[in-house]
């Protein structure tokens, strides 16, 4: 013979004065507000920094190209045409940050 039991529903006691869907929309709208305030202090341009170093002295094509807004194939003609020094580390190019800032200085010369 089966016996019929019967599960009593028990309410538990809330911990604070929220209904569950109140409680979650809250939070997604805190989440919302973080992630806003997160991307608005994002600063416009990339830095080419590196924690614990002033400067990095090695950039790679790609940071060359953000840094002057020009194409990779623009990078490769100022190495041809001398304007701009590459150091090869076994099959990767790298430039020097002190060669990239006196490249730097010379735009700007020639803006002015």
């Known amino acids: 013979?089966?016996?019929?039991?019967q599960i009593e529903k028990t309410v538990t006691p809330m911990l604070f004065p929220f209904d569950p869907d109140q409680y979650w929309q809250r939070i997604r709208l805190?989440?919302?507000?973080?992630?806003?305030n997160v991307e608005k202090s994002?600063?416009?341009?990339?830095?080419?920094?590196?924690?614990?170093?002033?400067?990095?002295?090695l950039l790679k094509l790609v940071e060359v190209c953000d840094l002057f807004q020009v194409t990779k194939p623009t990078i490769y003609d100022w190495i041809r045409?001398?304007?701009?020094?590459?150091?090869?580390?076994r099959s990767r190019v790298f430039f020097l940050w002190n060669d990239i800032q006196e490249l730097l200085k010379t735009e700007e010369g020639r803006k002015d």
Request: charged fraction near 30%.
């Open 1 to 5: 013979m089966k016996e019929n039991v």
């Open 30 to 36: 805190i989440i919302r507000e973080e992630v806003t």
């Open 42 to 57: 994002k600063p416009a341009q990339p830095l080419y920094e590196t924690p614990g170093m002033t400067y990095k002295p």
């Open 81 to 89: 045409h001398g304007k701009l020094k590459r150091c090869k580390i």
